[in-house]
């Protein structure tokens, strides 16, 4: 548990997104870097369904698991507030069910393969909505060091020489918190920020369609 | 020419010797005969033969014994003479009967005798001129060592280890107040030794074991691990996690014994505090030499151990 950094790394037209993960796990194992097994990190949302007024928005929260931390479940609300907690929070979110209502087919996942390199942990994978392909996810992790502007530069370093300039600035998540003891809370901040972002991105597509 | 005119020499011995056995021989036979006619005598012959044949007789008998005599007395004389030349024998007898060896110009044993003697004088030399030398600069391990002060040492060492306990705090407590970033508690899990915890800043914890004011065991572990066992006593074993903090242990140990001063033990304590204190910016210092911040996944590990300046394992000198 170190400081995370977690990019989107952009698909570049007339490639499938199978192959760009193909070429960057290629491109991280040249860095002599070992597979160490799968990873995965999925996001439910609930919304409530109470409503005092009408023109109040609906809250949302989202409820993430990552593989890193198989025991824990983290609940971030609309006002980016994390709790973290045992996985017997989910029983407890699907109690509530009166209150918070899971949204259909809003589950996203990201999957792929994670690698060690020394005291580094990568991450590559892709992003789904539903079961549908969004984008690539690349995570690197920098286990000994827990204060991310401490360790930017050795990060942008690594970071640069796997996705290039997608790294030049840290994720911004993780810009605004630079200065705090690292949490696992943050990198599953930076992941709802990424996964959301697929959201928008894919609610723009589909009106303009 | 020496050895040519002492083989003549022992040649002339050698026929003077053979004279004289001949001598001695012809004498002895002369005597044997005067002997032989005396015991033969006249006796019987005059008994039975006439009075005339038996003085004629007795004439020559006289004669030839008149004549025996004679030639005894010369062979004496000559015998006498022989004896006079002969030398006695040299103790050194083996060296003669070297240089009476028929092959002796084809041993090379005097060219050899003759060159080791050379050496050996010219080692000789050497060795006393070495001497003088070396009488004058004398090797001297240390400053601090001179001939009489080794009884000194010892007393020295024993007291860097065998130092009281308030001692060892009241240090510790003022390399706490030194250093601003670094957190520095004391504990004595194992007696008398105490175990020094040291937290740099946001970046390492170190455990540092004591014998008095002797570093004796150094660990770096990360920040986020702990030195104690599952039921909270001290570990001062298991190594960290992580291999940055486990090459910087090795380090540690290097400084360690780089900085032990047995005749100053504080300052042994603090230059190695202030050393590690160096590693407060391990993760955001890029390396002195190559200018990187990477090398083999490992940020710059080693702090040079008198600037402090940051270098890869790789790369220092």
């Not at chain 1, 909505?129 to 996810?137: E, N, P, Q, R």
């Not at chain 1, 810009?175 to 992941?191: A, G, H, M």
């Not at chain 2, 103790?91 to 060896?101: E, G, K, Q």
């Amino acid at each position: 548990m170190g400081v995370t950094c977690v990019y989107s790394y952009p698909v570049p037209d007339g490639k499938s997104g199978q192959a760009v993960v193909e070429i960057l796990q290629r491109q991280i194992e040249l860095l002599g870097a070992l597979r160490s097994g799968h990873f995965c990190v999925d996001c439910d949302t609930f919304q409530s369904i109470l409503q005092t007024s009408i023109n109040v928005q609906p809250k949302t929260v989202y409820i993430l698991h990552n593989s890193e931390q198989p025991a824990s479940c983290f609940a971030i609300t609309d006002t980016s507030l994390c709790l973290t907690a045992d996985t017997l929070f989910d029983g407890l979110m699907h109690q509530l069910k009166n209150y918070y209502q899971q949204r259909k087919n809003a589950k996203m996942e990201a999957k792929g393969q994670r690698y060690e390199l020394g005291d580094f942990i990568l991450k590559v994978g892709s992003a789904s909505l539903a079961g549908s392909f969004k984008g690539i996810i690349v995570e690197v992790e920098y286990c000994p060091c827990m204060v991310a502007v401490d360790c930017w530069g050795l990060m942008k370093e690594l970071l640069q020489s796997v996705v290039g300039s997608v790294a030049d600035q840290p994720p911004p998540i993780l810009k605004n918190r630079q200065d705090e003891l690292y949490s696992p809370s943050i990198t599953v901040s930076q992941y709802l920020d990424i996964f959301n972002n697929f959201r928008k991105l894919s609610a723009t597509n589909q009106i303009g369609r | 020419m020496e050895t040519e005119s002492k083989l003549k020499s022992t040649l002339d011995q050698i026929e003077h010797i053979n004279q004289a056995i001949r001598h001695t021989q012809r004498l002895r036979t002369h005597v044997c005969q005067i002997f032989r006619d005396i015991g033969d005598g006249l006796g019987e012959a005059a008994k039975s033969e006439e009075e005339q044949q038996a003085q004629e007789r007795q004439k020559v008998l006289l004669g030839s014994l008149r004549s025996s005599l004679e030639t005894v007395g010369h062979d004496i004389g000559e015998l006498d003479k022989v004896g006079q030349t002969l030398v006695p024998v040299s103790p050194s007898a083996n060296c003669d009967h070297v240089s009476l060896d028929p092959i002796l110009d084809r041993t090379p044993l005097y060219s050899q005798v003759n060159t080791s003697y050379k050496r050996t004088n010219k080692m000789h030399e050497f060795a006393s001129l070495a001497a003088n030398i070396l009488s004058q600069n004398a090797l001297k391990r240390s400053p601090h060592q001179h001939p009489a002060g080794g009884k000194r040492v010892k007393r020295h060492m024993n007291t860097a280890s065998m130092v009281p306990q308030a001692v060892v705090d009241q240090l510790v407590a003022t390399l706490d107040r030194q250093h601003q970033d670094m957190r520095i508690t004391v504990s004595r899990p194992l007696g008398s030794c105490a175990v020094m915890q040291m937290v740099l800043g946001r970046v390492l914890k170190a455990q540092v074991v004591l014998r008095g004011l002797v570093i004796e065991w150094v660990k770096v572990k990360g920040i986020n691990e702990e030195f104690s066992t599952e039921n909270g006593k001290v570990d001062i074993w298991s190594k960290s996690r992580y291999e940055v903090f486990q090459k910087i242990s090795d380090h540690a140990a290097a400084a360690m014994l780089h900085y032990y001063a047995p005749f100053m033990p504080d300052i042994g304590i603090r230059s190695f505090t202030l050393w590690l204190q160096g590693y407060s910016n391990l993760f955001s210092a890029p390396c002195h030499k190559c200018g990187k911040y990477l090398q083999n996944a490992m940020p710059p590990t080693w702090r040079d151990l008198r600037n402090r300046d940051p270098y890869h394992d790789g790369c220092r000198q």
